[in-house]
């Protein structure tokens, strides 16, 4: 069965850091593009960041764009995502999707089931 | 940015009504869309994916359709599991955009 499993989320103070992981069970990520996607409590879905299959390329909303970074370790199935300056606005539950393939721009199908970033002093 | 512009906000409905959600893109996306359905605390789920294609394993009273920039999600017929909320998701040109949701409750 395939599977997602994020974790590293948790409570920090606006300008901290965090890097949340997600790793991948039940088939190969390798040919797979990956997103991360969240949402605010209480509030509709945004996305937040794209790494192609081979990691070469990477996409960003501009909300995040220049602070967080996207990448992956395919000999360990797992994604990263390294959240700096953080705000008060990051707080959401973070989510990690597998892409339907190796593009950037598709359909997510599973979702892990999300981990809580809290931004706060 | 594309916007996605989604309604109803929410419907409640009985068990064996028709349920009809619409999402209108800002610009052409093409088949470019899917839909989701999250249920409270839980992930999102695909749905339908390219406008019209079923995702496996998702039954087949939900339906999806498309008319130039207006997209459809039909619930044909109610189901009490059929709870949450519905998401539309365009993956034409980044950033990737959702609709802002409609939340569904049967009554």
């Known amino acids: 069965e395939v599977e997602l499993v994020e974790s590293g989320g948790g409570l920090v103070q606006p300008g901290g850091s965090l890097r949340l992981s997600c790793a991948a069970s039940g088939f190969t990520s390798t040919p797979y593009a990956m997103t991360w996607v969240r949402q605010a409590p209480g509030k509709g879905l945004e996305w937040v960041s794209a790494?192609?299959?081979?990691?070469?390329?990477?996409y960003y909303a501009d909300s995040v764009k220049g602070r967080f970074t996207i990448s992956r370790d395919s000999s360990k199935s797992t994604l990263y995502l390294q959240m700096n300056s953080l705000r008060a606005e990051d707080t959401a539950v973070y989510y990690c999707?597998?892409?339907?393939?190796?593009?950037?721009?598709?359909?997510?199908?599973?979702w892990g089931q999300g981990t809580l970033v809290t931004v706060a002093s | 940015d594309i916007q996605m512009t989604q309604s109803p906000s929410s419907v409640s409905a009985s068990v064996g009504d028709r349920v009809t959600i619409t999402c209108r893109a800002s610009q052409g996306i093409g088949n470019w869309l899917a839909w989701y359905q999250q249920k409270p605390g839980k992930a999102p789920r695909l749905l339908i994916y390219a406008a019209s294609s079923l995702q496996s394993g998702v039954p087949s009273r939900f339906s999806g359709s498309t008319s130039g920039t207006e997209f459809t999600l039909t619930i044909s017929s109610l189901q009490p599991e059929d709870f949450g909320t519905y998401y539309c998701?365009?993956?034409?040109?980044?950033?990737?955009?959702f609709g802002h949701g409609t939340r569904v409750e049967v009554k």
């Open positions: 998701q365009q993956v034409n040109s980044y950033p990737v955009t």
């Open positions: 999707a597998k892409n339907s393939g190796g593009n950037t721009l598709a359909w997510f199908q599973p």
């Open positions: 790494i192609s299959a081979s990691g070469g390329s990477t």
